[in-house]
Protein backbone atom coordinates (compact mmCIF):
# COMPACT_ATOMS: atom_id res chain seq x y z
CA UNK A 1 0.00 0.00 0.00
CA UNK A 2 1.51 3.34 -0.86
CA UNK A 3 2.24 5.54 2.10
CA UNK A 4 -0.53 7.90 3.24
CA UNK A 5 0.35 11.50 2.75
CA UNK A 6 0.38 13.69 6.09
CA UNK A 7 -1.08 16.98 4.96
CA UNK A 8 -2.64 19.06 7.85
CA UNK A 9 -6.25 20.83 6.97
CA UNK A 10 -5.29 24.39 8.14
CA UNK A 11 -8.73 24.84 9.33
CA UNK A 12 -8.75 21.64 11.53
CA UNK A 13 -11.09 21.85 14.72
CA UNK A 14 -12.90 24.67 13.67
CA UNK A 15 -16.62 24.33 13.21
CA UNK A 16 -17.95 23.55 10.38
CA UNK A 17 -20.45 25.63 9.27
CA UNK A 18 -19.24 27.53 6.44
CA UNK A 19 -20.47 31.21 8.19
CA UNK A 20 -18.86 30.24 12.11
CA UNK A 21 -15.98 29.34 10.58
CA UNK A 22 -15.37 32.02 8.39
CA UNK A 23 -15.03 34.18 11.84
CA UNK A 24 -13.03 31.63 13.54
CA UNK A 25 -10.66 31.93 10.83
CA UNK A 26 -10.20 35.81 12.06
CA UNK A 27 -10.27 35.26 15.33
CA UNK A 28 -7.61 32.40 15.25
CA UNK A 29 -5.53 34.51 12.94
CA UNK A 30 -4.87 36.72 16.32
CA UNK A 31 -3.65 34.33 18.06
CA UNK A 32 -1.79 31.46 16.15
CA UNK A 33 1.27 33.38 16.55
CA UNK A 34 1.25 34.55 20.00
CA UNK A 35 3.70 33.64 22.73
CA UNK A 36 3.22 30.57 24.32
CA UNK A 37 2.68 30.91 28.19
CA UNK A 38 3.90 26.97 29.75
CA UNK A 39 2.68 27.19 33.50
CA UNK A 40 1.96 23.56 33.91
CA UNK A 41 4.26 21.04 32.36
CA UNK A 42 7.12 18.11 33.09
CA UNK A 43 9.76 18.69 31.05
CA UNK A 44 13.05 18.38 33.18
CA UNK A 45 14.89 21.95 33.45
CA UNK A 46 18.43 19.69 32.70
CA UNK A 47 17.09 19.60 29.56
CA UNK A 48 17.50 22.75 29.15
CA UNK A 49 20.42 23.64 30.90
CA UNK A 50 22.46 21.29 29.23
CA UNK A 51 21.24 22.06 25.50
CA UNK A 52 22.30 18.58 24.51
CA UNK A 53 20.59 16.95 21.32
CA UNK A 54 18.28 15.18 21.81
CA UNK A 55 19.03 11.22 21.98
CA UNK A 56 16.60 9.50 19.32
CA UNK A 57 13.65 10.04 17.99
CA UNK A 58 12.11 7.24 20.42
CA UNK A 59 13.16 9.07 23.26
CA UNK A 60 12.43 12.72 21.89
CA UNK A 61 8.21 11.55 20.98
CA UNK A 62 7.40 8.23 22.35
CA UNK A 63 9.18 6.92 25.63
CA UNK A 64 8.47 10.61 27.44
CA UNK A 65 4.96 10.85 26.39
CA UNK A 66 2.43 8.34 28.70
CA UNK A 67 -0.56 9.78 26.47
CA UNK A 68 1.50 7.63 23.41
CA UNK A 69 2.40 4.44 25.83
CA UNK A 70 -0.61 4.20 27.68
CA UNK A 71 -2.37 3.68 24.19
CA UNK A 72 0.06 1.01 23.14
CA UNK A 73 -0.02 -0.97 26.44
CA UNK A 74 -3.55 -0.93 25.87
CA UNK A 75 -3.37 -3.08 23.03
CA UNK A 76 -0.51 -5.68 24.58
CA UNK A 77 2.61 -3.92 24.09
CA UNK A 78 4.79 -4.27 26.93
CA UNK A 79 6.67 -1.03 28.68
CA UNK A 80 9.83 -2.64 28.50
CA UNK A 81 9.55 -2.89 24.28
CA UNK A 82 8.85 0.90 24.57
CA UNK A 83 12.16 1.99 26.39
CA UNK A 84 10.49 2.54 29.20
CA UNK A 85 13.50 2.38 32.02
CA UNK A 86 12.30 0.02 35.03
CA UNK A 87 13.01 1.13 38.27
CA UNK A 88 15.51 -1.99 39.51
CA UNK A 89 17.69 -1.05 36.25
CA UNK A 90 16.39 -4.43 34.04
CA UNK A 91 16.69 -4.91 30.67
CA UNK A 92 14.06 -2.91 28.37
CA UNK A 93 14.57 -1.77 24.15
CA UNK A 94 17.18 0.53 24.06
CA UNK A 95 17.04 0.25 20.57
CA UNK A 96 15.49 3.62 19.40
CA UNK A 97 14.60 2.18 15.86
CA UNK A 98 12.72 -0.82 16.90
CA UNK A 99 10.56 1.45 19.55
CA UNK A 100 10.27 3.60 16.66
CA UNK A 101 8.75 0.55 14.37
CA UNK A 102 6.22 -0.26 17.10
CA UNK A 103 4.99 2.60 17.40
CA UNK A 104 4.44 3.69 14.10
CA UNK A 105 3.11 -0.04 13.72
CA UNK A 106 0.49 1.19 16.16
CA UNK A 107 -0.75 4.55 14.63
CA UNK A 108 -3.96 3.87 13.81
CA UNK A 109 -4.64 3.06 17.41
CA UNK A 110 -4.18 6.76 18.33
CA UNK A 111 -7.43 7.99 15.18
CA UNK A 112 -9.75 9.76 16.85
CA UNK A 113 -7.22 10.96 19.88
CA UNK A 114 -5.61 14.68 20.77
CA UNK A 115 -2.62 12.16 21.04
CA UNK A 116 -3.02 12.12 17.04
CA UNK A 117 -3.36 15.74 16.84
CA UNK A 118 -0.40 17.06 18.35
CA UNK A 119 1.59 14.13 16.68
CA UNK A 120 0.98 15.11 13.42
CA UNK A 121 2.09 18.74 14.13
CA UNK A 122 5.34 17.74 15.47
CA UNK A 123 5.60 15.47 12.84
CA UNK A 124 4.59 17.86 10.12
CA UNK A 125 5.84 21.48 11.60
CA UNK A 126 9.00 20.57 13.50
CA UNK A 127 10.51 18.13 11.93
CA UNK A 128 9.19 18.66 7.93
CA UNK A 129 7.64 14.93 7.82
CA UNK A 130 5.36 14.01 4.83
CA UNK A 131 3.75 10.79 5.25
CA UNK A 132 1.67 9.26 7.81
CA UNK A 133 3.61 6.62 10.70
CA UNK A 134 2.96 3.16 9.19
CA UNK A 135 5.48 -0.36 9.39
CA UNK A 136 6.28 0.64 5.70
CA UNK A 137 7.44 4.12 6.80
CA UNK A 138 8.67 4.01 10.03
CA UNK A 139 12.75 3.94 9.20
CA UNK A 140 12.80 6.67 6.64
CA UNK A 141 10.64 8.75 8.94
CA UNK A 142 12.67 7.74 12.48
CA UNK A 143 15.59 8.83 9.88
CA UNK A 144 14.18 12.00 8.96
CA UNK A 145 14.09 12.95 12.43
CA UNK A 146 17.24 11.82 13.30
CA UNK A 147 18.73 14.23 11.21
CA UNK A 148 16.70 17.45 12.21
CA UNK A 149 17.71 16.68 16.40
CA UNK A 150 21.65 16.09 14.95
CA UNK A 151 21.58 19.89 13.82
CA UNK A 152 21.98 22.69 15.93
CA UNK A 153 18.62 24.41 15.29
CA UNK A 154 16.96 21.12 16.82
CA UNK A 155 18.53 21.18 19.94
CA UNK A 156 16.38 21.99 23.51
CA UNK A 157 17.25 25.93 23.43
CA UNK A 158 16.47 26.85 20.08
CA UNK A 159 13.32 25.02 19.76
CA UNK A 160 12.38 26.36 22.65
CA UNK A 161 12.96 30.26 21.33
CA UNK A 162 11.17 28.82 18.09
CA UNK A 163 8.41 27.58 19.89
CA UNK A 164 8.30 31.40 20.83
CA UNK A 165 7.80 29.96 24.59
CA UNK A 166 7.87 32.92 27.05
CA UNK A 167 7.95 30.87 29.91
CA UNK A 168 7.94 27.07 30.45
CA UNK A 169 7.39 25.94 34.26
CA UNK A 170 8.78 22.51 35.29
CA UNK A 171 7.78 20.69 38.46
CA UNK A 172 10.15 19.82 40.81
CA UNK A 173 10.84 17.96 43.98
CA UNK A 174 10.87 20.57 47.42
CA UNK A 175 14.63 18.59 47.91
CA UNK A 176 15.52 19.49 44.83
CA UNK A 177 18.80 21.61 44.58
CA UNK A 178 17.64 23.37 41.65
CA UNK A 179 20.87 23.54 39.82
CA UNK A 180 20.00 23.12 37.12
CA UNK A 181 17.71 26.20 37.13
CA UNK A 182 20.35 28.05 38.49
CA UNK A 183 22.78 26.83 35.59
CA UNK A 184 19.84 28.08 32.92
CA UNK A 185 20.27 31.60 34.89
CA UNK A 186 23.74 31.64 34.58
CA UNK A 187 24.58 30.65 31.19
CA UNK A 188 23.40 34.00 29.30
CA UNK A 189 20.74 31.88 27.37
CA UNK A 190 17.56 34.57 27.79
CA UNK A 191 15.22 31.89 27.63
CA UNK A 192 12.77 31.67 31.04
CA UNK A 193 12.94 28.65 33.02
CA UNK A 194 11.09 28.22 36.36
CA UNK A 195 10.45 25.69 38.95
CA UNK A 196 7.22 24.96 40.47
CA UNK A 197 7.03 23.55 44.00
CA UNK A 198 5.25 19.66 44.40
CA UNK A 199 5.27 18.43 47.89
CA UNK A 200 3.12 15.76 46.98
CA UNK A 201 5.56 13.06 48.39
CA UNK A 202 6.10 14.82 51.57
CA UNK A 203 2.48 15.24 52.27
CA UNK A 204 0.59 11.58 51.40
CA UNK A 205 1.89 9.44 55.15
CA UNK A 206 1.66 6.32 53.28
CA UNK A 207 3.74 6.80 50.28
CA UNK A 208 6.72 3.75 50.95
CA UNK A 209 9.31 6.68 50.27
CA UNK A 210 7.85 9.12 52.59
CA UNK A 211 10.42 8.90 55.39
CA UNK A 212 13.18 9.13 53.44
CA UNK A 213 12.09 11.74 51.58
CA UNK A 214 11.09 13.69 54.77
CA UNK A 215 14.70 12.96 55.87
CA UNK A 216 16.11 14.47 52.41
CA UNK A 217 14.03 17.56 52.92
CA UNK A 218 15.18 18.05 56.57
CA UNK A 219 18.78 17.51 55.22
CA UNK A 220 18.65 19.69 52.20
CA UNK A 221 16.59 22.42 54.48
CA UNK A 222 19.08 22.27 57.44
CA UNK A 223 16.01 22.04 59.63
CA UNK A 224 15.47 19.13 61.94
CA UNK A 225 12.01 17.27 60.98
CA UNK A 226 11.90 14.73 64.00
CA UNK A 227 9.45 17.20 65.06
CA UNK A 228 6.01 18.50 63.37
CA UNK A 229 6.82 22.21 64.01
CA UNK A 230 9.70 21.17 62.71
CA UNK A 231 8.57 19.74 59.50
CA UNK A 232 6.77 22.71 58.58
CA UNK A 233 9.76 25.05 59.05
CA UNK A 234 11.59 22.91 56.43
CA UNK A 235 8.74 22.90 54.13
CA UNK A 236 8.38 27.54 54.29
CA UNK A 237 12.14 27.10 53.78
CA UNK A 238 12.24 25.04 50.89
CA UNK A 239 8.86 27.17 49.23
CA UNK A 240 10.91 30.31 49.73
CA UNK A 241 14.32 28.49 48.16
CA UNK A 242 11.77 27.80 45.11
CA UNK A 243 11.08 31.37 45.47
CA UNK A 244 14.28 32.82 44.97
CA UNK A 245 15.09 30.42 42.10
CA UNK A 246 11.50 31.85 39.98
CA UNK A 247 9.17 29.70 41.42
CA UNK A 248 5.87 31.10 40.77
CA UNK A 249 3.12 28.47 41.91
CA UNK A 250 3.06 24.98 43.55
CA UNK A 251 1.25 21.76 42.55
CA UNK A 252 -0.62 19.50 44.83
CA UNK A 253 -2.30 16.62 43.13
CA UNK A 254 -4.48 14.85 45.82
CA UNK A 255 -7.09 12.25 45.86
CA UNK A 256 -9.90 14.16 47.09
CA UNK A 257 -10.48 17.90 47.32
CA UNK A 258 -9.96 17.81 51.82
CA UNK A 259 -8.95 20.83 53.13
CA UNK A 260 -10.19 20.06 56.66
CA UNK A 261 -7.61 21.13 59.03
CA UNK A 262 -6.73 19.39 62.10
CA UNK A 263 -5.96 20.92 65.08
CA UNK A 264 -2.60 21.25 66.21
CA UNK A 265 -2.27 18.47 68.27
CA UNK A 266 -3.53 16.35 66.51
CA UNK A 267 -1.38 17.08 63.54
CA UNK A 268 1.91 16.62 65.41
CA UNK A 269 0.06 13.02 66.94
CA UNK A 270 -0.26 11.75 63.35
CA UNK A 271 3.20 13.08 62.01
CA UNK A 272 4.51 11.38 65.35
CA UNK A 273 3.08 8.04 64.19
CA UNK A 274 4.44 8.36 60.84
CA UNK A 275 7.66 8.67 61.90
CA UNK A 276 7.76 5.73 63.83
CA UNK A 277 5.94 3.80 60.79
CA UNK A 278 2.51 3.29 62.73
CA UNK A 279 -0.49 5.77 60.83
CA UNK A 280 -3.18 3.92 60.49
CA UNK A 281 -5.20 4.94 56.78
CA UNK A 282 -7.50 7.12 58.14
CA UNK A 283 -5.29 9.12 59.58
CA UNK A 284 -2.85 9.55 57.08
CA UNK A 285 -5.61 10.83 54.94
CA UNK A 286 -7.11 13.38 57.39
CA UNK A 287 -3.25 14.66 57.14
CA UNK A 288 -3.01 15.25 53.67
CA UNK A 289 -5.85 16.86 53.55
CA UNK A 290 -4.86 19.15 56.69
CA UNK A 291 -1.37 19.54 54.66
CA UNK A 292 -3.81 21.22 52.03
CA UNK A 293 -5.15 23.61 54.06
CA UNK A 294 -1.64 24.31 55.37
CA UNK A 295 -0.35 24.76 51.83
CA UNK A 296 -2.94 27.15 51.38
CA UNK A 297 -1.53 29.05 54.26
CA UNK A 298 1.71 29.42 53.24
CA UNK A 299 0.82 30.47 49.62
CA UNK A 300 -0.97 33.66 51.51
CA UNK A 301 2.22 34.11 53.27
CA UNK A 302 4.61 33.80 50.44
CA UNK A 303 2.61 35.02 46.94
CA UNK A 304 2.91 31.11 45.10
CA UNK A 305 0.19 30.81 43.20
CA UNK A 306 -1.83 27.21 44.63
CA UNK A 307 -2.44 24.64 41.82
CA UNK A 308 -4.53 21.81 43.02
CA UNK A 309 -5.04 18.84 40.76
CA UNK A 310 -7.13 16.41 42.80
CA UNK A 311 -9.62 13.37 41.50
CA UNK A 312 -6.77 11.11 40.29
CA UNK A 313 -6.14 7.44 41.88
CA UNK A 314 -2.83 7.67 40.58
CA UNK A 315 -0.76 4.59 39.85
CA UNK A 316 -3.80 1.95 39.34
CA UNK A 317 -1.97 -0.76 38.32
CA UNK A 318 0.30 -1.80 41.29
CA UNK A 319 3.31 -3.96 39.57
CA UNK A 320 3.35 -0.82 36.86
CA UNK A 321 4.49 1.00 39.58
CA UNK A 322 6.68 -1.03 41.56
CA UNK A 323 8.51 -1.97 37.95
CA UNK A 324 8.41 1.60 36.72
CA UNK A 325 7.71 4.35 38.98
CA UNK A 326 4.82 6.48 38.73
CA UNK A 327 3.40 8.61 36.08
CA UNK A 328 3.45 5.70 33.27
CA UNK A 329 -0.21 6.00 32.13
CA UNK A 330 -2.22 4.15 34.99
CA UNK A 331 -3.33 7.46 36.85
CA UNK A 332 -6.91 7.06 36.68
CA UNK A 333 -10.07 9.62 37.21
CA UNK A 334 -12.18 9.49 40.74
CA UNK A 335 -15.60 11.58 41.45
CA UNK A 336 -14.36 14.79 43.34
CA UNK A 337 -16.66 16.74 45.93
CA UNK A 338 -15.76 20.22 45.54
CA UNK A 339 -18.16 22.44 47.19
CA UNK A 340 -17.47 20.47 50.88
CA UNK A 341 -13.71 19.33 49.85
CA UNK A 342 -12.85 23.05 49.37
CA UNK A 343 -14.82 24.89 51.99
CA UNK A 344 -12.47 25.26 55.15
CA UNK A 345 -9.91 26.63 52.50
CA UNK A 346 -12.08 29.11 51.24
CA UNK A 347 -13.99 29.80 54.23
CA UNK A 348 -10.63 30.61 55.52
CA UNK A 349 -8.68 32.32 52.21
CA UNK A 350 -10.90 32.56 49.60
CA UNK A 351 -11.56 36.31 50.04
CA UNK A 352 -8.00 37.13 51.19
CA UNK A 353 -6.32 39.04 48.51
CA UNK A 354 -3.01 37.74 49.10
CA UNK A 355 -4.00 34.02 48.27
CA UNK A 356 -4.71 32.70 45.08
CA UNK A 357 -5.67 29.47 43.80
CA UNK A 358 -6.15 27.54 40.51
CA UNK A 359 -8.33 24.16 40.73
CA UNK A 360 -7.74 21.70 38.01
CA UNK A 361 -10.36 18.78 37.67
CA UNK A 362 -11.36 15.67 35.24
CA UNK A 363 -14.36 15.04 36.56
CA UNK A 364 -16.75 16.89 33.91
CA UNK A 365 -19.82 16.25 35.71
CA UNK A 366 -18.24 18.69 38.27
CA UNK A 367 -18.09 22.28 35.92
CA UNK A 368 -21.36 23.99 36.10
CA UNK A 369 -22.37 22.38 38.91
CA UNK A 370 -19.36 22.97 41.20
CA UNK A 371 -16.18 24.79 39.91
CA UNK A 372 -17.94 27.46 37.35
CA UNK A 373 -19.87 28.29 40.63
CA UNK A 374 -16.82 28.36 43.07
CA UNK A 375 -14.85 29.77 40.99
CA UNK A 376 -17.34 32.79 39.81
CA UNK A 377 -17.65 34.17 43.43
CA UNK A 378 -14.44 33.81 45.32
CA UNK A 379 -12.00 36.40 44.08
CA UNK A 380 -8.74 33.95 45.24
CA UNK A 381 -10.04 30.94 43.24
CA UNK A 382 -9.62 30.59 39.51
CA UNK A 383 -10.92 27.57 37.49
CA UNK A 384 -7.62 25.36 35.44
CA UNK A 385 -8.53 24.53 31.89
CA UNK A 386 -9.13 21.01 30.68
CA UNK A 387 -5.93 18.83 31.72
CA UNK A 388 -5.00 15.18 31.39
CA UNK A 389 -8.09 12.90 30.16
CA UNK A 390 -9.95 16.08 29.19
CA UNK A 391 -7.26 18.14 27.01
CA UNK A 392 -9.19 17.02 23.75
CA UNK A 393 -11.14 19.11 20.85
CA UNK A 394 -14.10 18.15 22.27
CA UNK A 395 -13.98 17.89 25.90
CA UNK A 396 -12.24 21.44 26.11
CA UNK A 397 -15.50 23.10 23.57
CA UNK A 398 -17.58 21.48 26.53
CA UNK A 399 -15.78 23.02 29.10
CA UNK A 400 -16.17 26.38 27.96
CA UNK A 401 -19.94 25.68 27.41
CA UNK A 402 -20.08 24.60 30.80
CA UNK A 403 -18.00 27.44 32.79
CA UNK A 404 -18.50 30.55 31.02
CA UNK A 405 -22.23 31.64 31.33
CA UNK A 406 -22.00 31.11 34.70
CA UNK A 407 -17.60 32.22 35.78
CA UNK A 408 -16.84 33.44 32.52
CA UNK A 409 -14.02 33.92 31.02
CA UNK A 410 -12.13 36.08 33.24
CA UNK A 411 -12.23 33.38 36.25
CA UNK A 412 -10.03 30.85 34.12
CA UNK A 413 -6.40 30.78 34.39
CA UNK A 414 -4.96 29.93 30.62
CA UNK A 415 -4.29 26.49 28.91
CA UNK A 416 -1.57 24.59 30.70
CA UNK A 417 -0.10 21.84 28.19
CA UNK A 418 0.88 19.03 31.02
CA UNK A 419 3.41 17.49 29.07
CA UNK A 420 6.71 15.58 29.26
CA UNK A 421 7.34 15.71 25.55
CA UNK A 422 8.77 18.84 24.62
CA UNK A 423 8.40 19.08 21.01
CA UNK A 424 4.57 18.77 21.90
CA UNK A 425 3.84 21.56 23.60
CA UNK A 426 3.24 23.99 20.30
CA UNK A 427 0.78 21.51 19.18
CA UNK A 428 -1.18 21.39 22.55
CA UNK A 429 -1.48 25.55 22.46
CA UNK A 430 -2.37 25.48 19.30
CA UNK A 431 -5.33 23.17 19.77
CA UNK A 432 -6.70 25.08 22.74
CA UNK A 433 -6.55 28.27 20.58
CA UNK A 434 -8.09 26.51 17.87
CA UNK A 435 -11.07 25.77 20.26
CA UNK A 436 -11.33 28.75 21.52
CA UNK A 437 -11.51 30.40 18.24
CA UNK A 438 -14.20 28.25 17.28
CA UNK A 439 -16.05 28.55 20.66
CA UNK A 440 -15.70 32.93 20.37
CA UNK A 441 -16.99 33.06 17.07
CA UNK A 442 -20.31 31.16 18.00
CA UNK A 443 -20.78 33.90 20.46
CA UNK A 444 -20.08 36.33 17.09
CA UNK A 445 -22.75 34.15 14.98
CA UNK A 446 -25.80 34.26 17.64
CA UNK A 447 -25.21 38.21 18.07
CA UNK A 448 -23.25 37.81 21.69
CA UNK A 449 -19.75 39.24 21.04
CA UNK A 450 -18.64 41.37 18.33
CA UNK A 451 -15.80 40.16 16.39
CA UNK A 452 -13.17 42.60 18.11
CA UNK A 453 -14.53 41.69 21.08
CA UNK A 454 -13.79 38.12 20.51
CA UNK A 455 -10.54 38.70 19.28
CA UNK A 456 -9.47 40.60 21.78
CA UNK A 457 -10.75 37.82 24.51
CA UNK A 458 -9.42 35.55 22.12
CA UNK A 459 -5.54 37.28 23.15
CA UNK A 460 -6.58 37.68 26.89
CA UNK A 461 -7.26 33.17 26.86
CA UNK A 462 -3.72 32.90 25.13
CA UNK A 463 -1.69 35.52 27.39
CA UNK A 464 -2.80 37.71 29.06
CA UNK A 465 -5.38 36.14 31.64
CA UNK A 466 -1.98 33.11 32.54
CA UNK A 467 0.17 35.88 32.81
CA UNK A 468 -1.82 37.71 35.12
CA UNK A 469 -3.03 34.79 36.77
CA UNK A 470 0.82 33.77 37.66
CA UNK A 471 2.24 36.80 38.46
CA UNK A 472 4.61 37.24 41.08
CA UNK A 473 3.15 39.29 43.91
CA UNK A 474 4.53 42.53 44.89
Not at 19 to 34: N, P, Q, S
Not at 155 to 176: G, N, Q, V, Y
Not at 192 to 197: C, I, L, S
Not at 299 to 320: A, T, W
Amino acid sequence: MAPRPLVLDDDRILPTDPAVRAIAREIFAVVRDLPLISMHGHVEASVLAEDAPFPDPAQLLVVPDHYVTRMLVSQGVQLEDLGVPRRDGGPVETDGRAIWRRFCAGWHLFRGTPSRFWLEQELHDVFGVDVQPSEETADAIYDRIAACIAQPEFRPRALFDRFKLEILATTDAPSSSLDAHAAIAASGWDGRVVPTFRPDALVHLRQPRWKQDVEELGEVAGIGIDTYAGYLAALEQRREYFRRHGALATDHGHTTADTTPLDRADAERIYAAALSGAVEPAAADAFAAHMLFEMARMSRDDGLVMQIHPGVLRNHHPEVHDRFGPDKGFDIPLPVDFVRGLHPMLSAFGTDPAFRCVVFTIDETTYSRELAPLAGVYPSMRLGVPWWFLDSPHAMRRFREAVTETAGFYNTAGFVDDTRAFASIPARHDLARRVDSGYLAQLVANGQLGLEEAQETAVDLSVTIPRTAYAPRG
